[in-house]
């Protein structure tokens, strides 16, 4: 397997799946990440395939344990005080090696593995069975921090109770998976319930400079292209790790006929449901 990875997408649901055959996993808040364990080192990398790995040396550190050719795919989350910890996750990817370094003494990371998708002796298992993966997973990480295996159930009842315990802990929701589907590599193979009132939206285009945006231009459910409201700074800084390497983009104009520059595709934020029906939006935070 070349990494990047295309990771696997969850399409939004508004009510919890019960069909045979269902697995359910809590639905972390985080940043996505892969954890591939080389021959002789680790490497992290983000959703979109951007190595990381020097700002989470604690989860590489903790990974040297998986054997040589296990590849993972799972959340980088903190806890603080009992909930996770959505800035503070934020706080540590933003910062550079020597800070990351002090970071991680006060805000240390846990990677949480919700799927394995290459093992040392089966090689690529992204086409065997997500029951099989989850064998294969269970087998190569133990329950010791950082590296640790999430949560698993096929029993409704038990996660619906996780729905509404979890919550307090800061858990987003739940993630909906066949135990007898391949891994969707890049697809909406798997499903997700949340708490959230928000949706996930493309990005199409920026206004400022690429390393600093101050607005975003999304396609909101239905294709209407608007503009973001000004973005929070941890917002702006994600956004513009990914805008610096976009090719250079051209003049265009939303729906409303306001002008933006427009930027590769591949860039996905979480908007706030509610302001969608206006003309501008909300972004809450840069999806990896």
């Known amino acids: 397997m070349d990494p990047p990875i295309t990771v696997a997408l969850a399409k939004a649901v508004g009510t919890l799946p019960t069909s045979p055959g269902l697995a359910y996993e809590p639905k972390y808040d985080g940043h ?6 080389t021959e002789s080192t680790v490497v992290l990398r983000s959703k979109t395939g951007r190595v990381i790995t020097s700002a989470w040396m604690d989860l590489a550190v903790g990974a040297m344990r998986l054997r040589p050719g296990v590849i993972l795919d799972g959340e980088i ?25 002090v970071l991680a003494k006060h805000l240390p990371a846990t990677f949480v593995a919700f799927d394995l998708l290459q093992h040392p002796e089966e090689g690529d298992v992204r086409s065997r069975p997500y029951r099989v993966r989850r064998s294969l997973l269970l087998a190569e990480v133990s329950s010791e921090p950082p590296i640790q295996p999430t949560p698993m159930t096929t029993d409704p009842d038990e996660a619906r109770v996780w729905w509404e315990a979890l919550r307090e802990q800061g858990v987003e929701g739940l993630v909906i998976k066949s135990l007898d589907g391949p891994y969707p590599s890049g697809r909406y193979g798997w499903r997700k319930l949340r708490h959230a009132d928000t949706v996930d939206c493309p990005v199409v285009g920026y206004i400022g400079a690429p390393a600093r945006p ?27 790790l990914a805008l610096v390497a976009s090719e250079p983009g051209a003049a265009a104009w939303t729906s409303g006929g306001e ?5 590769d595709r591949g860039l996905l934020v979480e908007v706030l449901a509610g302001t969608t029906r206006h003309a501008t939006v909300t972004v809450t935070r840069v999806r990896e």
Not at 32 to 37: G, L, N, P, S
Not at 225 to 240: D, E, N, Y
């Open 32 to 37: 996505r990440a892969t954890v591939e364990r």
């Open 77 to 101: 989350v903190i806890y603080r005080n009992g909930r996770l910890d959505f800035s503070a996750v934020q706080q540590r990817a933003a910062s550079g090696h020597a800070r990351g370094y």
């Open 214 to 240: 101050t607005h975003l231009a999304v396609e909101l459910p239905g294709g209407r292209v608007a503009l973001s409201r000004r973005l929070s700074a941890p917002v702006r800084f994600r956004a513009a």
């Open 259 to 263: 002008p933006y520059t427009t930027c």
